[in-house]
């Protein structure tokens, strides 16, 4: 072979041979990033090597550990499930997140969802209670979100965490431009100029409230016209929630007398359903949502066990334990 034909033929394959490495290398960076398996991410961010069980073992943990968190107010999973469910109502009535003024009623352990609010886009949180919690200022539940949103929250990466909160003293600290706490209040009476709001919600809350229909009423003199409220509400007996009807069983002075200054944050009013969902009719909101869930039935014979204030409802309208309501305000 002419010696220059082979020196073309072979300059010709390394050519084709780092064609073919650029395809590849190409092809791999293109690939999304698997994100770490939640068991790994563990080990990777506390530096501690799980305990040596199976892979499917040490998940199981996890997702009994997270279905815990899930349930107990102020972790880091419960308000993230509180961020999703109300952002989700938000972005479904709402045009734009960007400078929405947003008020929640009862955020309970810490002011967590509002940081994820504000992390999402809302230019301003309130968070009104009578009740602050001990462990308010503890920054474990803010170090896990900040793990959490870094590793598997894309959304809430637009904005650097200090926007919402930071870390002084080892406790956590709000952006008081962004977040403001309104403490010590009442639902009913909480300081705030006529028509600003965009957006009030709560979580488990409004059963605790001993004014209601005061603070329905509240509501809708904050909110803007055509502001939207939304909130999710348990009818359960809260001393045993495995007899979620049993406090229907107390006469009303009775009931009331189990509370004093002490335990008044555990006070439930024991409205039902229906009461909810006619306050705010009479406040004048157009409900646009409102679902339902029955813990079990009520037969008339477990009817008449209950409490003469109680005697008026149906067995069916008595057996709610869930109200999800959402309503808007009228516009002018």
Known sequence: MNPENKKNKNAF???????????????QLQKPEMPPSPASFVEEQTGQKLPELSLYVREKILQDTVSSLRESNGSSVYNIGIYSMYMGIIKKYFPSIEGLHLLEIGPGSNLASGTLMVLGGVDKYYGVDIYKDPEFYNPLPFQSLSLLIKQFIPELNRFPLNRAFDFKDNKVVYNEDRIVYLYPYLSSNFPMNPG???????????????????????????LKPGGITAHGIDLRDHDDFTRPYEFLKYDGK??????????????????????YIKAF??????????????????????????????????????????LTLVARKPKL
């Open 196 to 222: 600003v709001l965009d957006f009030v919600f709560s979580h488990s809350t409004l059963e605790h409230v001993i004014t209601p229909q005061q603070t329905v009423v509240r509501i809708s003199e904050t």
């Open 254 to 275: 009775i009931w009331a007398d189990k509370f004093n200054d002490e335990n008044i944050h555990l006070y439930t009013n024991r409205w039902r359903a229906k009461d």
């Open 281 to 322: 009719r009479e406040a004048g909101f157009e409900i646009l949502e409102q679902k339902t869930e029955s813990a079990g039935q009520i037969t008339e014979e477990t009817k008449k066990t209950f409490s003469p204030e109680f005697q008026k409802y149906t067995p069916e309208e008595l057996a709610v334990t869930h």
């Open 13 to 27: 394959w390394l050519i084709l041979i780092l064609l073919l490495c650029g395809v590849i290398v190409f092809q």
